[in-house]
């Protein structure tokens, strides 16, 4: 996969968001529409609020979540309220364009898996293909909500699934067949936590969820932090080839 390393998170967030607005412009110019997925955690969110200052054919786009945690509307542990706030509310895209994952019912969540499935379905063809997927990297090497050890991991007949408890509340995610069939994934790895699972990924380690994901059509982001110790280090603003 094509490698960057950015020398802080500040330089991260603005890459990525150059590259998802340039991602952006191709879709439309190609096939009248943009179909993204964003995922959550703590990174996006420079990333996002620096997309939102952009002039981008906003009416063009369409949004899903790649997962969800199943708590409450209005925690803070809600990705949907996040990127609402960053960017959903700062940007005229359509509301009916903008795909929340169905969480706030745990009992009902494999229903709610199923209809989000359907929505991709309807919405990025059958099978779905989304013009591009950001996701991250967790330390333990999870991307999306696919974790270790969980057996959405091994759901290869669906492209939205319920993961177990992790961190406190079940997930819902995007799995593996979905996210292997994006035109273009974007991963964006920040922080000195993410050293050995940054370097696993790279290596192509199919022992971590990460790696599982085909790597030919992936750009790889990520501060000087996170590659800290590497060869990379001392290039940092340089792109790369990569395995």
């Known amino acids: 996969m094509k490698t960057q390393v950015l020398p802080d998170a500040d330089a991260l967030a603005r890459r990525a968001a150059a590259i998802i607005a340039e991602q952006a412009v191709i879709a439309v110019r190609a096939r009248s529409r943009f179909m993204v997925a964003f995922s959550g955690g703590r990174s996006p969110w420079r990333m996002l609020a620096l997309l939102a200052d952009m002039p981008l054919p906003w009416a063009r786009f369409h949004v899903f979540q790649v997962d969800e945690r199943a708590v409450p509307l209005g925690d803070p542990a809600r990705n949907l309220g996040r990127l609402q706030a ?38 990025a063809a059958d099978p779905p293909v989304l013009d591009l997927v950001h996701l991250g990297l967790g330390p333990d090497g999870h991307t999306a909500s696919l974790v270790p050890g969980d057996p959405v991991l091994d759901l290869n007949d669906a492209d939205v699934g319920v993961s177990g408890p992790y ?22 790895v920040s922080g000195a936590s993410k ?13 971590i969820p990460a790696g ?32």
Not at 92 to 98: C, E, K, L, R, T
Not at 113 to 120: E, I, K, N, R
Not at 223 to 238: F, H, K, N, Y
């Open 212 to 243: 599982r994901l085909p790597s030919a059509r992936a750009v790889l982001l990520a501060d000087l932090a996170a590659v800290e110790g590497s060869a990379d280090s001392a290039v940092p603003d340089s792109v790369q080839g990569d395995s």
């Open 167 to 188: 961190q406190g509340a079940p997930r819902m995610t995007l799995t593996f067949p979905v996210l292997a069939r994006a035109r273009r994934i974007l991963w964006v």
């Open 86 to 123: 960053v960017l959903l509310d700062r940007v005229p895209i359509p509301a009916d364009q903008v795909y929340a994952m169905p969480v706030d019912d745990v009992a009902t969540l494999p229903a709610g898996a199923a209809d989000y499935q359907a929505t991709l379905r309807r919405v």
């Open 195 to 207: 050293l050995a699972a940054l370097a696993r990924l790279r290596a192509g380690d199919r022992s």
